[in-house]
C-alpha cells in the first residue's frame, strides 16, 4: 500500500503532470496525421527519454500512447481515414456525422468514450492483473483461429446493403493478407517476383489507399457540387448535449470498454480488433442497428471506448509476463528494459512505486485528454471545415504519400498505397466497401497462422479436426461466431415483418436520402 | 445489375487465378490461400446469380433513375487527378520528395480549378499549398527524421 500511495503523489507532481500532457497532446499530433501509428508516435519519441529518469520517461510514453490511439479519429472523423487502424471502425459513423456538418459532435463523442474507455481500462490494469494475463496465456493457435473467424462476421454487421459484396471484400483482403512469405513453410507467395512484395502488404498503406485515395478522388469528383468536403456547424453547449445522450447508455460505454480491455490483452490482438468487435455487439444489441453506418454516436462511441480501453488492456501482459499486448506495447517493453526494469513480479516487488506512478499516470492521461482533445478537435474540425476541396484533396493526398512512405522509409509502400486506392475506388463505384477488404486484411495473417499451426497440433495428436471443437475457449468463441454471424439475418428478418421499417429498406429514395 | 456482373467475372477470375497459382506452393503454404479462393469464387457465383433475378433488375432501374436525378461526379476531373497522382508516385525518387510534391500539389490544384475562379484565388491556394507541403516535409525531414527520397533536387 505504500508504494500505491508514493506513487499517487508522485504522478501529481507538476512535472509528471505536465509531462503527460505533452505526451497526450505529442500523440494526439502523431496520432491524428494518417499513416503514423501509436506505435510510431511511440518509436520516434523514446530516444528524447533517454536522458530523463524512469518516471518522467514512462508518464511521459504512456500519455504518447493514450493520445495517438485517440487521436487517430481525427483523422477518421475529418477526411474518412482512420489515423490509426484502431480508428477503422470510427470511420463508419464518424464521417457521415461529419459529412452532416457534425465534425465536431463525433469529435465530441469519440473523446468523452475514449476518456470513459481509458479509465476502465486502466481500472482493469490496476486491480485485475495477473489473473486476467494468466488467462490470455490460455489462448493457443485453435483459439486464435476461432477469434479471427469471430472478428470476419462483423462483415455481416458493416455490410448491410449487400453481405455477399461484404463477404466478397473478406475474401479479397484475406487473399491479399496472404502475399509474402507463408508463415509456416516459408514459401514466397504471390510476389511475381518482385522484392516489394516478398515481405507482404503493410497494412497502413494498404489502410491509406483503401480508405483514403476513394475519399480524395470522390472529393474531386463532387467539387462542383459541394465547395467544401465537410460543412461545419456550430452548436452551443455541445459537450452537455452530448454527455446527456451518452449518458442514457451506460452500458454501452461500460460493455466497449470491458470488450477493448479483454481483446487488448490478449496478445496479438490489440485495439485494431477491439474497436471493429465492439462496433459489432453495439450494432446486434442496437435496438436501431439500421442508423449504424449514418451517423450514429453508438457507433462512434462504440470504437473510442474500445480501443482507448485496449490501451490498459495490452499493458497487463506486459507488465505481468512481459508479453506485449499490441505493437505500442512491444516498444514500451523496450524503453522498459532500456530503463533497466525487467517485467514481471520484479515490477509489482522492487519497482512497485514506478509501476504504479505508471499505471496512475494513464489515469491522468485519460483525464487529460478530455480538455485537450476537445480543444485541439475543435480547432482541428473548424480547420478541415474550412478548406476548399481543391486545397484539402491534395493535401490528404500529400498526407497520404508521406504516412505510406513514413511506415518503412520505403517508396514501395506508396506505390501499394497507390495501387489499392484505385483498386477502392473502383470498388466503391461497383458497391463494396473497404471495411471488410481491411479487416480481411488485418485478421488473414492471424487467422491463417492460427488454422495451420492448429492442424499441425492436431496432426501430432493424431486428431487434426477434432483440436478446433474440443477446448473449452475455442467452444465459447464458436458459440459467439454463430450468434453474430446469425443476428444479422434474424434482424432483418425481424425487420421485414415490421411494416415501416421494412418499407424504409426496400424504398431506393428512403435508402439514398439516408445516405445523405 | 451490369456493373454486379462484371464484377462477379473479374472477382471469380481472380479467384481462379489465386487458386491456380497457390497449387505451386507447399501444402501448408496453399492451404489458406486455396481456401480463400475458392471461397472468393463461389461468393462471385452467387453475386452473379442475384444480379440476374427479377429484384435485382428492378433496383438497376430504380438506381438508373436516381443517379440521373442526383449529383453526376466530374469524371474528366478525376481522370486528370488520378494522371497527375499517379506522376506523383512515380516521380518522387527520382525528383525528390519536396520538389515533386510541390510541383504535382501545384499541377493538382491548377486541374481542380473551377472554370470561373479568379486567377488570384488560384495562386493563394497554389501559394498556401507549398507552404504546407514544406512544413510537413520540414517536421518529418528534421523532427521525425524520416529519410524522405532526396532525388535530383531535394
Known amino acids: 500500500m505504500p508504494a500505491v500511495l508514493q506513487a499517487v503523489l508522485t504522478v501529481l507532481h507538476p512535472l509528471n503532470l505536465l509531462l503527460i500532457s505533452i505526451g497526450v497532446t505529442a500523440g494526439i499530433g502523431v496520432g491524428a496525421l494518417p499513416g503514423l501509428t501509436a506505435t510510431m508516435a511511440i518509436a520516434l519519441l523514446v530516444p528524447f527519454t533517454f536522458g530523463m529518469n524512469v518516471v518522467h520517461a514512462l508518464v511521459l510514453l504512456g500519455g504518447i500512447y493514450c493520445g495517438a490511439i485517440y487521436g487517430g479519429s481525427y483523422a477518421a472523423i475529418l477526411i474518412n481515414t482512420p489515423g490509426t487502424p484502431a480508428a477503422i471502425a470510427t470511420t463508419f459513423d464518424g464521417f457521415a456525422l461529419a459529412r452532416k456538418g457534425h465534425a465536431y459532435r463525433a469529435i465530441v463523442v469519440a473523446t468523452i468514450a475514449s476518456a470513459i474507455g481509458g479509465l476502465v481500462g486502466v481500472f482493469f490494469l490496476l486491480f485485475l492483473s495477473p489473473p486476467l494475463a494468466r488467462a490470455s496465456l490460455r489462448f493457443g493457435p485453435p483459439e486464435f483461429f476461432w477469434l479471427t473467424v469471430f472478428g470476419l462476421t462483423i462483415i455481416a454487421t458493416i455490410s448491410p446493403k449487400s453481405t455477399v459484396k461484404g463477404l466478397i471484400g473478406g475474401a479479397v483482403g484475406l487473399l491479399i493478407g496472404t502475399i509474402g512469405i507463408a508463415p509456416i513453410e516459408g514459401n514466397v507467395r504471390f510476389a511475381f517476383g518482385t522484392v516489394a512484395l516478398q515481405n507482404g502488404i503493410t497494412l497502413i498503406p494498404a489502410l491509406i489507399g483503401l480508405f483514403c485515395l476513394p475519399e480524395i478522388l470522390d472529393m474531386i469528383g463532387s467539387r462542383y457540387h459541394r465547395e467544401t468536403a465537410i460543412p461545419y456547424r456550430s452548436q452551443r453547449h455541445m459537450l452537455r448535449r452530448v454527455w446527456r445522450l451518452m449518458a442514457r447508455k451506460p452500458w454501452l460505454l461500460l460493455r466497449s470498454s470491458v470488450i477493448g480491455t479483454v481483446i487488448g490483452i490478449v496478445p496479438g490482438a490489440g485495439a485494431n480488433i477491439a474497436g471493429m468487435v465492439s462496433y459489432n455487439e453495439a450494432v446486434r444489441v442496437s435496438k436501431t442497428p439500421e442508423k449504424f453506418g449514418h451517423g450514429a454516436i453508438d457507433g462512434i462511441t462504440a470504437s473510442e471506448a474500445a480501443n482507448n480501453a485496449g490501451v490498459a488492456g495490452s499493458l497487463v501482459p506486459l507488465l505481468t509476463l512481459g508479453i506485449p499486448g499490441a505493437p505500442p506495447a512491444a516498444v514500451l517493453l523496450g524503453a522498459l528494459l532500456l530503463k533497466g526494469m525487467r517485467p514481471g513480479a520484479e515490477l509489482f516487488t522492487v519497482h512497485a512505486a514506478v509501476t504504479y506512478t505508471f499505471m496512475f499516470s494513464l489515469v491522468i492521461a485519460n483525464i487529460v485528454l478530455l480538455p485537450l482533445g476537445l480543444m485541439l478537435g475543435r480547432a482541428a474540425s473548424k480547420v478541415v471545415s474550412g478548406l476548399p476541396i481543391t486545397l484539402l484533396a491534395p493535401l490528404v493526398f500529400f498526407l497520404s504519400v508521406i504516412g505510406s512512405f513514413s511506415i518503412q522509409n520505403n517508396v514501395a509502400d506508396v506505390y501499394v498505397m497507390l495501387a489499392l486506392g484505385v483498386v477502392g475506388y473502383i470498388g466503391r463505384r461497383a458497391g463494396f466497401q473497404p471495411g471488410p477488404i481491411v479487416l480481411g486484411l488485418i485478421l488473414g495473417a492471424m487467422c491463417e497462422q492460427g488454422l495451420v499451426q492448429s492442424i499441425l497440433m492436431g496432426r501430432a495428436a493424431g486428431t487434426p479436426l477434432a483440436i478446433f471443437f474440443t477446448r473449452p475457449i475455442s467452444l465459447v468463441l464458436i458459440a459467439l461466431t454463430v450468434v453474430s454471424a446469425a443476428w444479422p439475418m434474424l434482424a432483418r428478418m425481424r425487420q421485414r415483418h415490421t411494416p415501416a421499417v421494412a418499407a424504409a429498406h426496400t424504398h431506393p429514395i428512403v435508402e439514398e436520402k439516408r445516405d445523405a | ?154
Open chain 2, 1 to 154: 445489375m451490369r456493373r454486379d456482373r462484371v464484377a462477379a467475372a473479374i472477382l471469380f477470375c481472380a479467384g481462379l487465378f489465386g487458386w491456380a497459382e497457390a497449387q505451386r506452393y507447399g501444402t501448408l503454404s496453399r492451404l489458406f490461400p486455396q481456401v480463400v479462393a475458392v471461397a472468393l469464387m463461389l461468393l462471385s457465383l452467387i453475386l452473379l446469380l442475384q444480379s440476374l433475378t427479377a429484384g435485382a433488375r428492378r433496383a438497376a432501374v430504380a438506381y438508373r433513375a436516381q443517379r440521373a436525378a442526383g449529383e453526376r461526379p466530374d469524371a474528366r476531373g478525376v481522370i486528370l487527378a488520378l494522371l497527375v497522382i499517379v506522376a506523383w508516385t512515380l516521380l518522387l525518387e527520382l525528383l525528390g520528395f519536396w520538389t515533386t510534391s510541390v510541383l504535382a500539389f501545384a499541377l493538382l490544384v491548377y486541374v481542380l480549378r473551377a472554370p470561373d475562379q479568379r486567377a488570384a484565388t488560384v495562386w493563394k491556394t497554389i501559394f498556401a499549398g507549398v507552404l504546407l507541403v514544406t512544413l510537413f516535409v520540414l517536421l518529418f525531414r528534421i523532427t521525425l527524421r524520416v529519410p524522405l527520397p532526396e532525388g535530383l533536387f531535394w
